[in-house]
C-alpha cells in the first residue's frame, strides 16, 4: 500500500515523485518501457532554465536518479486499470496489483499515424517515429519528414546532418513549429520541403522504398524513391485505460485545470496527458510539481 502510485515516469510523473517523496508520501512510480518518456528523444534540450544544452535522455537519468535519491520506488510495468474501493486505488498491470490512497495519471502521449495501408508493417522496416533513435540506420541515404510542428522541424534538421537527401512533406504552406528551426532548415542545401501535400500511399516489398505524395491544391501525385519515413505528425493521449474513470475532453486527454485535478476523487493528472494551452518540459514539470501538491493535500484529508 502507498500513499501515492505516479502511472508515468516522463518529466511530469517523475517530478511528482520528487515533489511527494519531499512531502514525506510513499511513492510508487508505475512506468511501461523506460523513465523520460517522448523528451528522451531529443536530442539537445535548449528551452529549460540552467542547462543551456542537455540532451533529453541526460535530463531524464538525472531526474530519475533525483527522484530515486528521495526514495521514490520505480516498477516496469503497463498500469492497464484501475480499480477503486472504498476510496482506494488499485492499479492493475500485466502480473500484479498495486494499491494506493491517490493516483497521479502521468501517462503522456503516444505518436500520431497517418493510417496508411501498411504503416504497421513497415515500421521498423523503413518507416520510423523517431529520428534520434533511427536516423543513423539512413547515413548516406534519401528519407523524408512528414509534418510541420517542432518534431517535424527537429528531426528534419537532425536527419540534414545525417541523410543525403531529405524530403520534409507538410500539409500546409506554413508551420506550426518554431521559425527559427524552419529558417535554419530552409538554408540547408540537402532539404526539400514539400508543401500542401500528404503522404498517399507506402511503397514496399519487405522494406519501405517509395512514396507517393498527393498535391492538395492540383491533385498531382508524385512518387518519391527513398530509404526511410519519419512520421512526425504529434501525439495522442495515452488516456484509454482510464476513460471510464475521469471525465476527458473530445480528443482524449484528462479535463483538468492548473490544479491538476480530475473529475474522480483522489485522482490527478500531470503532463501532456490532460487539458492545457502548452504541452512543454517546463509545464510537465510544473504539472508533476502541482498534482503531487494536491496529491498530498488530499492524502491528508484536505
Ligand atoms: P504538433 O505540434 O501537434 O504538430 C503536428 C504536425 O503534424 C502539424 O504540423 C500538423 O499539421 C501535422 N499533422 C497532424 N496530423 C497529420 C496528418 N494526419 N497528416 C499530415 N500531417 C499531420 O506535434 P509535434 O511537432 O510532435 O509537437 C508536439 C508538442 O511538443 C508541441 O507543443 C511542440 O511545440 C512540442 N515540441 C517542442 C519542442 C521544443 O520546444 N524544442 C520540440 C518538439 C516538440 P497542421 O499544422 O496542419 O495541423
Known sequence: MFDIIVIGGGPAGMTAAI??????????VLEAVACGGQIINTPDIENYPVEAHISGFDFASRVQEQAKGLGAEFVFEKAV??????????????????SAKAVILATGSENRK???????????????????CDGNFYRGKTVAVVGGGNTALEDALYLADIAAKVYLIHRRDSFRGEEASAARLKQRENVEIIYNANVTKLISEKRLKAIEVTDKLDGSVRT?????????????????NFASLVELDEAGYVIAGEDCRTSAEGIFVAGDNRTKALRQLVTATADGAMAATEAVRYVNGG
Open 19 to 28: 515533489y511527494a517523496r519531499r512531502a514525506a508520501k510513499t511513492v510508487l
Open 81 to 98: 486499470e484501475i480499480r477503486e474501493e472504498n476510496g482506494i486505488k488499485t492499479v492493475v498491470t500485466a502480473r500484479n496489483a498495486y
Open 114 to 132: 497517418l493510417g496508411l495501408e501498411d504503416e504497421d508493417r513497415l515500421t521498423g522496416r523503413g518507416i520510423s517515429y523517431c529520428a534520434t
Open 224 to 240: 518519391i524513391e527513398l530509404n526511410g519515413l519519419f512520421i512526425a505528425v504529434g501525439r495522442v493521449p495515452e488516456n484509454r
